[in-house]
């Protein structure tokens, strides 16, 4: 059973790998988050690598690791100078 889904993850792995959403570009391998939602790595931009809930890739649904908050966030000063 759990090779099947192994095998299953792999596949969306290989048809993810290398999908840029964002800032972030797909990695794998695939893991759960602590909700057990499915997840998989991903590299930002910043440099950072952490795994992003799949869902959230495949709707575009993220822009980066967490580094890039929405608009609004940071101060324009803060960044300009
Ligand atoms: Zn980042």
Do not use: Q, W
Not at 46 to 53: A, L, N, Q, V
Request: glycine share 10%.
């Amino acid at each position: 059973m759990d090779a099947t889904r192994e095998e299953d993850e792999r596949k969306v792995v290989e048809a993810l790998a290398g999908t840029v959403v964002g800032k972030l570009t797909v990695i794998g391998p695939m893991g759960r988050d602590p909700s057990n939602h499915k997840t998989i790595k991903c590299r930002c931009s910043c440099g950072k690598e952490s795994y992003i809930r799949l869902t959230k890739i495949l709707n575009k649904k993220v822009k980066s690791c967490g580094c890039t908050r929405g608009p609004g966030r940071r101060r324009i000063s803060d960044i300009a100078l």
